[in-house]
């Protein structure tokens, strides 16, 4: 499996690599990690099933995406493909260092510039992709709050249901929630999607963002997720407010788009998420 990767990695770069040392690496709980270094050079590897090249795919995808940007620092991907049993990603391998006020500082500065690009006039992306595990379906749509009815709100819902947890009509839940957004007409801009603590880490001279889950959305659904699942230092978002001012009304939507992820948490995980849906549910619906 190595010597296909370490091949892979050689067809790319055009160079001659050998792998001399591995180390698995900890933190996520999707993909296995392991930094590989050879010839003076290091590289940071995910491995999965075969049947997950996709997955990887769309992941280099959605990092070149951002990366083309030139606002955020994201790891550069190398290549992707399969072994005999195992698909594989390789992007640059970053070291990473603590924390710091200024590194989240950065990232809140970055981060409202990325959203401030506004070249795309439609909601959506090229290609569906996934947030964690869950398919994530971004056909393009012209209207906002359609799309995330439909494709946020409304898939996660459908998602369950078919897994036997039924949170109520799903007609009338997207209907509401596309009604709450009816009036609400942001200018699309390119999102992380997947936007936690657990996907940003910091560089000696600069934050890195990593994991994403792509699309051109509502910048608030970004700057939402950051204080559901571990809130991101106050610096981070005075640093934002900074350089991208958000509308009238980004606290009434903040819990309805981060409903998306409670559910998509509670398709994943089951437990006490199944809960928190539906106690979100009936306090933006009922």
């Known amino acids: 499996m190595w010597q296909a990767i370490a091949d892979s990695i050689n067809g790319e770069l055009d160079i001659d690599f050998k792998v001399e040392d591995k180390t698995q690496l900890t933190g996520?709980?999707?993909?296995?990690?392991?930094?590989?270094?050879?010839?003076?050079?290091?590289?940071?590897?995910?491995?999965?099933?075969?049947?997950?090249?996709?997955?990887?795919?769309?992941?280099?995808?959605?990092?070149?995406?951002?990366?083309?940007?030139?606002?955020?620092?994201?790891?550069?991907?190398v290549c992707y493909g399969q072994t005999i049993d195992k698909a594989f990603l390789v992007l640059e391998y970053l070291p990473l260092v603590k924390e710091s006020g200024s590194g989240w500082q950065q990232l809140g500065q970055q981060l409202a510039l990325l959203h401030q690009q506004h070249e795309q006039a439609m909601f959506g992306f090229d290609w569906d992709n996934a947030i964690g595990r869950t398919p994530q379906p971004n056909k393009?749509?012209?209207?906002?709050?359609?799309?995330?009815?439909?494709?946020?709100?409304?898939?996660?819902?459908?998602?369950?249901?078919?897994?036997?947890?039924?949170?109520?009509?799903?007609?009338?839940?997207?209907?509401?929630?596309?009604?709450?957004?009816?009036?609400?007409?942001?200018?699309?801009?390119?999102?992380?999607?997947?936007?936690?603590?657990?996907?940003?880490?910091?560089?000696?001279?600069s934050p890195v963002i990593f994991d994403p889950a792509c699309y051109y959305g509502d910048q608030e659904t970004d700057v939402a997720f950051t204080g559901l699942f571990g809130r991101f230092p106050d610096t981070f978002y005075q640093s934002y407010l900074q350089f991208n001012k958000l509308p009238d009304g980004y606290t009434e939507?903040?819990?309805?788009?981060?409903?998306?992820?409670?559910?998509?948490?509670?398709?994943?995980?089951?437990?006490?998420?199944?809960?928190?849906?539906?106690?979100m549910i009936k306090q933006q619906f009922y």
């Open 140 to 205: 393009w749509q012209s209207n906002w709050s359609t799309f995330f009815s439909e494709q946020r709100l409304g898939w996660q819902l459908q998602l369950l249901l078919e897994q036997g947890f039924g949170f109520g009509n799903i007609d009338y839940l997207v209907e509401q929630c596309r009604q709450r957004l009816a009036h609400h007409q942001p200018s699309p801009s390119l999102l992380h999607g997947d936007l936690w603590r657990g996907n940003v880490g910091f560089l000696a001279g």
């Open 28 to 77: 996520g709980d999707i993909n296995l990690a392991f930094k590989i270094s050879g010839n003076g050079r290091d590289f940071f590897v995910k491995l999965n099933q075969r049947e997950q090249l996709e997955q990887f795919e769309t992941e280099a995808l959605s990092l070149r995406t951002l990366r083309q940007h030139h606002c955020i620092r994201v790891p550069d991907v």
């Open 253 to 279: 939507r903040k819990d309805l788009y981060n409903l998306y992820h409670v559910l998509n948490h509670a398709y994943l995980f089951r437990g006490s998420f199944l809960v928190q849906a539906q106690e």
